[in-house]
């Protein structure tokens, strides 16, 4: 009931909602593609074919539900260019895309939106630092070793899995090397605080599932509202934890996707998509 307050107490005072966006919020608010349209152009007696290069909008989800979420987005983006909704992300949400191509700007959902930067619980790179950039920013799961890619310790599953071994003795034993390590005051209070993230770990099912446990706790540790997602696995997890009998732990925070989101703040039809199925754009046509 605690986190059903904090929203109302926010909506009353008229606060801007904090809310953490995960990569797939970032991945999926791209709707447009590029395209060329081939045009006849004369010249003289001569009809030339030219190509025009341009954009159509991506192949809709043929799950409608699906569908529905990720076209909340530009509402989503809306709400934060408004200031009605703050948005955050922060160094892991940042690898994640790193793995992934250069978004585009034209046609998403996000475009002219203030993102701002959160700091983690804590910062993997204290702990663990490489020089092969590309296992640093890997998630270390089963699609990376069944793709053959080269794993070391400082992927986030490596990472994550080690934080999870940790016991109260081993973190008293970190306390006096606090400085040396260069750990901020508030990653000394999440270390305090370690045995949340681990539990909610062992509750996941899956060490695939740590990320985005990271990233709640992350949410948790800055004193988010929510945390945005289109994947309902970790919204299940929470779901199951709070259902416990004997409460283990507090999940302040909420696991939103898009469409309850709107639905919390009293937006039961979201804006629609700005892009036609089927149509070509020049580029004149989506820059203004």
């Known amino acids: 009931m605690r986190q059903l307050f904090r929203w109302f107490r926010r909506k009353k005072a008229r606060a801007p909602l904090r809310i953490l ?22 010249w003289g007696n001569t009809e030339h074919v030219l190509p025009v290069q341009g954009f159509i909008r991506k192949a809709p989800d043929s799950n409608l539900e699906e569908r529905a979420q990720k076209e909340a987005l530009f509402t989503i983006g809306r709400l934060i260019r408004e200031g009605r909704m703050e ?30 930067e959160c700091p983690p619980a804590l910062e993997r790179s204290k702990f663990r630092s490489s020089v092969d950039l590309w296992d640093t920013i890997s998630k270390g799961g089963k699609k990376d070793r069944k793709a053959g890619v080269k794993l070391g310790a400082t ?11 940790l016991e109260e003795e081993h973190v008293e034993a970190l306390r006096p090397h606090a ?3 260069g750990l901020t005051a508030f990653e000394i209070e999440s270390l305090t605080d370690l045995k949340w993230f681990k539990f909610l770990c062992q509750r996941s099912g899956s060490r695939e599932n740590y990320p985005d446990v990271f990233h709640l706790w992350t949410a948790e540790r800055n004193n988010l509202d929510g945390m945005l997602t289109l994947d309902r696995k970790l919204s299940n997890i929470v779901t199951s934890v709070r259902k416990e009998r004997e409460r283990r732990i507090e999940i302040k ?3 939103l996707c898009p469409l309850e989101l709107l639905r919390k703040l009293g937006i039961d039809k979201p804006d629609p998509v700005p892009l036609e199925v089927g149509r070509f754009y020049q580029l004149h046509e989506l820059t203004g």
């Open 21 to 42: 966006l995960d990569n797939g919020i970032f991945s999926h608010s791209e709707f447009a593609e590029y395209s060329i349209e081939h045009t006849s152009v004369r």
């Open 87 to 116: 948005a955050h992300r922060y160094i892991e949400i940042f690898f994640e895309g790193m793995r992934g191509r250069t978004a585009l700007s034209i046609g998403n959902a996000l475009h002219g939106c203030n993102i701002r």
């Open 155 to 165: 992927n986030q599953i490596a990472f994550l899995e080690w934080l999870c071994t």
């Open 179 to 181: 400085a040396q390590i």
């Open 253 to 255: 925070t909420q696991v």
